[in-house]
């Protein structure tokens, strides 16, 4: 007596809803933690004490290397949300890997408010700043990684234009750049925040350059 199989294995339309939904659960869940990890930046600043206009003031003006953490965290994990927003919203699967990658890289963003608290205290400052620098720099090679394996496995929709996927891996990458340089840097003066920015800014402006000298065309 045959059996069929149709009533065993889904079909290519069902086989299809079901990535489409694992696709957006996995999305869905990074933005709840990315959000989780925004709050507990935000519940870790310490709030100015006094009962007095200068009081307060001297009390915030003494927190002020915290604030600027908050502000520097803040900027790091908005940038990655951007960059996941950005890219994730073409996947339409996923597969082991990619989910495995997916919970490391929000594993580096959660531990970033601990990090926050590392780098805005008091001496050792070379030990904390390579600390923070290095968790940043995995969360960008993990995040390099994770849209790799989109792209390596098709996990995309199709007719996704390439240049999504090319340019998250330039920008991302040359964010890794900045922090990755700035360890050494660190170990010979605090201004190594600096290469935080001058990297990724540096490399905007030589990409912009570079398209535009392409939009332009070679002399006749």
């Not at 940043?136 to 994770?146: D, G, K, N, V």
């Amino acid at each position: 007596m045959d059996v069929s199989t149709d009533q065993e294995l889904p079909s290519q339309d069902e086989d299809m809803e079901i990535r489409a939904v694992s696709g957006d659960r996995l999305t869905f869940f990074g933005d709840a933690v990315v959000a989780i990890a925004l709050t507990l930046l935000a519940l870790e600043l310490p709030v100015p004490e006094g009962s007095t206009n200068s009081e307060l003031w001297h009390s915030a003006t003494s927190h002020r290397e915290s604030y600027l953490a908050f502000m520097i965290s803040f900027v790091v994990i908005a940038a990655h949300w951007r960059s996941h927003h950005r890219v994730f919203r073409y996947v339409t699967a996923t597969n082991s890997r990619l989910t495995a990658l997916t919970m490391y890289w929000l594993l580096t963003l959660v531990i970033t408010p601990f990090a926050t608290d590392v780098i805005g205290g008091e001496g050792a400052f070379q030990a904390r700043f390579v600390f923070y620098a290095a968790v940043q720099f995995a969360s960008c090679l993990l995040f390099i990684l994770m849209v790799r394996e989109v792209r390596r496995d098709g996990l995309q929709r199709a007719g996704t234009p390439p240049e999504v996927l090319t340019r998250s891996i330039r920008g991302i990458g040359m964010v890794a750049l900045g922090f990755l340089v700035s360890i050494p840097v660190s170990l010979v003066t605090h201004w190594a925040y600096l290469c935080w920015i001058v990297v990724p800014v540096a490399d905007t402006v030589v990409d912009r350059r570079r398209s535009r000298s392409a939009q332009q065309g070679p002399a006749d």
